[in-house]
Structures are given as structure tokens and as C-alpha cells.
């Protein structure tokens, strides 16, 4: 049987070139194998390394209590839920975690999802779609920015905290149905949203503000209940327009995400989010770790302290050791401080460097942030010590001091990379 002429050069065939393409762009990435240690050091690719990447800001990720509440709940539900929640996949444990979620942040009621990429992509679909209209911070993370792509709106790209621009975006749009969407931490830069001046607009133009504080739950706020709670704006002071989302991954040391607000809100989530409604439901031992979890946050304050320390170190032993680089620590006031060092290989390169002192920092490069801001994101975490700062602050010393130096041009195309 003869062979149609084209098909003897596939579009599949690419692949190969275009994976040799992301690597001399310096933008291929590779999975490690990692497994944690005591305090916050990793075991990866069988190499013991002091980690400055995971977002575990509590240090709550391997707590005695959370693993005893997880086996627990595995011994009496099993490890899986088999079904959709609105089959038979939502357990009374789950259901436990819901209330304790929305009394915990002081809103009216929550929802619990399998995963907070899953929860963006579905819920903001179902607030908007064809013909209304959302307002997106240009440094919101992918899952806010993809579910705003599938919900088929016209979408606004504002400039990075830029409430002017926001503002007369707002009154120029005829749409009846406006939704403001933003990180509420940045989760490359570490900056926190002005969250009551985002809400102020959307009170004057009829909007519904969505706030994913993703990096804030956990760490903000009194008792770490989150970005609502650090501007006041939960419990009696609750507006009706603010829908606000947080992942459970992260500062909550297990996996998963919730959505809270109204009651009117989050039953129409419930009811029209294709991610919740035809996904499996997470397991009852991840709700039962999680809200074991939920009672550590607010009892120990310490964490939030301790780590509130350890970012003043860290700022101040990187304001003397870097003096004279080209390397600009980002004005960051959470456990997220951003090392921007400017082009692809030399972020990889100060990478490596960390490795061989037997530190884990991964570069981060487009397009997970902008061209020619590739960074060292460090991430601290209640588990760091003093020491473990010390350690990286010397060893980030020494890398930017044997770093050539750049032009005039490139130090100010970083310092003003916004």
C-alpha cells in the first residue's frame, strides 16, 4: 500500500527539534525525585539538600498531627472517594471541613476541591461567560489567567497593581457582568494586593472581585485566616462581592483548595462548575488532615513569628551581600522574596551554584514570569532555622560576588522590570 506523500514528514516529528529548542533557550525543565527530611531539608535525586523552595510556610506539611489524623480517616473511609461529591463522593469529613473552612475564614459558607488549579479553571466559568467582561491583573497565576481564557469573556489585562488603569477599564466596559480577578499574594513576587482598593472599585462599578490567596491563607491575617482578615474585611465586614479562594497545599501542609463567600455564590458554584461536579471528590483522609491543620494554624502563632523572623534576616543579610551586584532582592514582606537576576543561564547558573554548597533553589524563568526576569524564587518556611538563612545569605554572597558584572542598561531594565 503506497504512503500518501504527506505523512512521510509528520507534524510529530517536531517534537524532538522543539524540545532541543527549549533547551538552548534555557527553558526546559526537569522533575526531581525528592523526598523530605527533618526540618526543611529534601532528599533530591538521593542528594540531602537545605530547601528554599516549597511553599510549606508553617512547616506543617510532615506534622505528626496531620499524618495520625490522615491514617485515621483512611482506617474508617478508605483512601479514595470513587465518585463526583454529587454522587457519593462527599463525605461526612468533608462536609466536617467545609464548615470548619468558612468559620475558619468567616464567611458565610465554602466549598472543598480536589486542587486549586481545578477550582480557578471551573469557577470562573461559571460566574462569567460570552458577552461579560473580566479585569485581570497582569501578574495573576496561570490557573486564574486559563480559566478566565475558557470562560470565553472578554478579558482586560491590566497593568500589574495598576488601580487607575483597573478603574477606567471598569467604566469603559458595557458589560453587565464584570469580574475583577487577582492574586492576592503574587505568587512569583510576593507583593500583596491592595485587596480593599480592589474591592472599592468593584462596589463602584457593580463588579464581583475574586481574590486567590493561595500564598496568604495560612500566613496573613490574625490566627493566619487569610487576606480578607489581615484588611478586615471578613466576618461582619464581609461584602457580598468578594469571593475568595485559597489552596490548601501549601501554608495548610496537605492539598486541596476551597472557595468561599456568600451562600447565593457558592451554591451556584456548586451547581455549575464542570470541575467540581465531574471530577472524583478528594479523599476523606485529605479533609481530615486538613482540618486537623486548621486547629495548628491558629494555636501556634509561633510558626507566623518565627517566620516573620527569619524574612527580616534573610532581607538584611542580602542587603549587605548583595551590595555592588547586579542581583536585586524584590520588596517583598511575605515568606515569597524574589532573587531577580535578569537572563535564563545565569539564573540556572546561580542554581547550580546553591547546589554544589548543597542548597535547593530552583531558577524560575518565563513563562512562568516575565522576559528577561528570570529569578531565584526563595521560599521560607517555619521549618528554616536561623542558621539554614545564614547558610543561604553566605552562599548567595559569594555567587553574586564572582557574577559579572552587567551593563548599565541591564541593571536598569531589572530594577525597573515592571
Known sequence: MAIHPSLTSSWLDEFPARIAALDQSHLRRHRRVVQPES???????????????????????????????????????????????????????????EHALAAFVDLPRALYFYAGYATNIGIIPALVGSGDAIFSDALNHACLIDGARLSRAQIHRYAHSDLAALDAALAQSPARRKLVISDAVFSMDGDIADVPALLALCERHDALLLIDDAHGFGVLGPQGRGSLAHFGLSGAQASPRVLYMATLGKAAGVAGAFVAGSDALVEWLLQKTRSYIFATAAPALLASALHASLQLIAKDEWRRVHLQKLIARLRQGLATGLKGSTWQLGASRTAIQPLLIGRNDEALAAMEGLRERGLWVPASRPPTVPEGTARLRIALSAAHTEADIDQLVHALSELAAACRPATAAARDALLNWR
Open 39 to 97: 526540618g526543611a531539608r529534601l532528599l533530591v535525586d538521593g542528594q540531602s539538600m537545605l530547601a528554599f523552595c516549597s511553599n510549606d510556610y508553617l512547616g506543617l506539611a510532615t506534622h505528626p498531627a496531620l499524618v495520625e489524623a490522615a491514617c485515621d480517616s483512611a482506617h474508617r473511609f478508605g483512601v479514595g472517594s470513587a465518585s463526583s461529591p454529587l454522587v457519593s463522593g462527599h463525605s461526612s469529613a468533608n462536609e466536617t471541613l
